[in-house]
Each structure stands twice: as C-alpha cells, then as structure tokens.
Nanobody, 125 residues
Framework: VQLQASGGGFVQAGESLRLSCSGS????????IGWFRQAPGKQREWVSY????????DYADSVVGRFTVSEDVDDNTYYLQIHTLKAEDTAVYYC???????????????????WGQGTQVTVSS
C-alpha cells in the first residue's frame, strides 16, 4: 500500500502547477484525500480535503480560490491544481488518505492513515 505525490518543481511566481497523488494497492476513491504542506522550518499545515462519501471539497483560507482538487477515478489519481503560485507556497506537499467513515473534517494529520512521500514545490519571486 503506497501513496505517491508528484508534480512539484521550481516555478516562477504567478505560474501554475498540478500535483498528483496516486495510489498503489489502495483504491483512492474509497478514501477521503487530503493535501498538506510543510514549509522550511514550519509545521505541516492542512491545505485541502476531498471527501469520498459526500463530495466535500474543503480548502484552507490561505489557498481558497487558487487551489482546486480533482480526481481521475479510472487512473486512481487525485490532483491538486495550484494557480497563481506565490513564494509562500514554497513547501513540500503531501497527500494523505483517510477512512471516510471515521474522519472528522480532514484537517488534522492524525486523521490520515496513509501518506505519500511528498513533492517539493519551490516558487521564485
């Protein structure tokens, strides 16, 4: 069972990126999928949550309007589209999978049982 986040890179401020979260041995549509990020010297922070049972799509205030989640169920891949990147978006981005029957709001790390390795996003201003 493995999650893998990918799609990060070095970009200029104002550009866009699409991060991917793929599952191996795990059918992602059966789980709630969350995205978190950790900037250098800071704690990991919640970015978004996508519920599997009710279609919930929730975003942190700091990213609402710029970040969008989506999925390709047939490809077992979830996406985090980031528009108008800012320097403060620089971080390692992680995806997590959570049991949709026990998850609360999906905003806390401890709600997730599976994690990917993370993908680095670096935004140059």
């Amino acid at each position: 069972v493995q999650l893998q986040a990918s799609g990060g890179g070095f970009v200029q401020a104002g550009e866009s990126l699409r991060l991917s979260c793929s599952g191996s041995g795990l059918t992602l549509e059966a789980f709630g999928i969350g995205w978190f990020r950790q900037a250098p010297g800071k704690q990991r922070e919640w970015v978004s949550y996508q519920g599997s049972r009710d279609g919930t799509r929730d975003y942190a205030d700091s990213v609402v309007g710029r970040f969008t989640v989506s999925e390709d169920v047939d490809d077992n891949t979830y996406y985090l589209q980031i528009h108008t990147l800012k320097a403060e978006d620089t971080a390692v981005y992680y995806c997590g999978a959570a049991n949709p029957w026990t998850i609360d709001a999906g905003r806390e790390e401890q709600e997730y049982g599976y994690w990917g390795q993370g993908t680095q996003v670096t935004v140059s201003s």
